[in-house]
Antibody
Framework: QVQLQESGPGLVEPSETLSLTCTVS??????????WTWLRQLPGKDLEWIGY???????YYHPSLKSRVTLSVDTSRNQFSLRLSPVTAADTAVYYC????????????WGQGTLVTVSS | QTVVTQEPSLTVSPGGTVTLTCSSS?????????PTWFQQKAGQAPRTLIY???NKESWTPARFSGSLLGGKAALTLSDVQPEDEAEYYC?????????FGGGTKLTVL
């Protein structure tokens, strides 16, 4: 059974770079049809889809975040990563990683989420 | 700016039926938007209930169903149980990216 776990700093200073990693266990990140996804939930409870990446490196981003987001994948470590720069207080959120199955159009499973606060 | 709209809150009595809807600022929602519904309870990550309009996850109770209704995606809960009290989010696909609705807080009272 595939499990995902987010990791990274819980506090980032404004104008700096937010970097998170998602480790995939119980399955290979190179499995076809799976896209590896980042989402976030803002303090007001709004959810946002940030983007996803295929193991080949092909990426898809939300238009509103595209200029600040970079997704990458490390197949040797079975991990994928999110970089968001520069950040502001509005980027304070719980960040989730998830698997997206492109033939079913299914987001499952999700990681437990990690809170990132942007503050000086 | 694409906007997906849900009812902010709904209240239903135990044993009753309630329908949550999800509309798009671009027009009628069709199956090409692959509507997805998530349930989120306090302190937990969202969990998929319905994907691609009507398909259920293995853990989705039979009383939950997804459909298209009057140009919107819809999630219907029948024989509502107290444990169904939660936040429900819809998610729609737009030519390369996805957009969440603002969520519906469902109260069972």
């Amino acid at each position: 059974q595939v499990q995902l776990q987010e990791s990274g700093p819980g506090l980032v200073e404004p104008s700096e770079t937010l970097s998170l990693t998602c480790t995939v266990s119980g399955g290979s990140i190179t499995t076809i049809y799976y896209h590896w996804t980042w989402l976030r939930q803002l303090p007001g409870k709004d959810l946002e889809w940030i983007g996803y990446i295929y193991y080949t490196g092909t990426t898809y981003y939300h238009p509103s975040l595209k200029s600040r987001v970079t997704l990458s994948v490390d197949t040797s470590r079975n991990q994928f990563s999110l970089r968001l720069s520069p950040v502001t207080a509005a980027d304070t959120a719980v960040y989730y990683c998830a698997r997206y199955e492109s033939t079913l159009r299914l987001f499952d499973p999700w990681g437990q989420g990690t809170l990132v606060t942007v503050s000086s | 700016q694409t906007v997906v709209t849900q009812e902010p809150s709904l209240t239903v009595s135990p044993g009753g039926t309630v329908t949550l809807t999800c509309s798009s600022s671009t027009g009628a929602v069709t199956s090409d938007y692959y509507p997805t519904w998530f349930q989120q309870k306090a302190g937990q990550a969202p969990r998929t209930l319905i994907y691609s309009t009507t398909n259920k996850e293995s853990w989705t109770p039979a009383r939950f169903s997804g459909s298209l209704l009057g140009g919107k995606a819809a999630l219907t809960l029948s024989d509502v149980q107290p444990e169904d009290e939660a936040e429900y989010y819809c998610l729609l696909y737009y030519d390369g990216y996805w957009v969440f609705g603002g969520g519906t807080k469902l109260t069972v009272l």
